[in-house]
Nanobody
Framework: QVQLVESGGGLVQPGGSLRLSCAAS????????MGWYRQAPGKQRELVAE???????NYADSVKGRFTISRDNAKNTVYLQMNSLKPEDTALYYC?????????WGRGTLVTVSS
């Protein structure tokens, strides 16, 4: 069974950092575009960052300069380094894998930014 498993969420103070990880299994990870999405309470899910199979990246304007997405194809893992976190970054963060019309989702990891 294909799985995307997120980890690394938690409670952090404003200005702090977290690194999220998403480990993929039973897919040819290197050919998938990978992304991180988030959904805050009462809001729609939104794209945070994505990285293509070739390593090109794209970020939501709200996180540019603060978040960095990367991938390690040898470990079948995609990362999201989040710095200078703000209360408005509080959300459930989901990992996404995409290849043509196929799309896979993890169950999410909760990030709470609060003092």
């Amino acid at each position: 069974q294909v799985q995307l498993v997120e980890s690394g969420g938690g409670l952090v103070q404003p200005g702090g950092s977290l690194r999220l990880s998403c480990a993929a299994s039973r897919i040819t990870f290197s050919i998938y575009a990978m992304g991180w999405y988030r959904q805050a309470p009462g809001k729609q899910r939104e794209l945070v960052a994505e990285i293509s199979s070739g390593g090109s990246t794209n970020y939501a304007d709200s996180v540019k300069g603060r978040f960095t997405i990367s991938r390690d194809n040898a470990k079948n893992t995609v990362y999201l380094q989040m710095n200078s976190l703000k209360p408005e970054d509080t959300a459930l963060y989901y990992c996404n894998a995409r290849l043509a019309s196929r799309e896979l989702w993890g169950r999410g990891t909760l990030v709470t930014v609060s003092s």
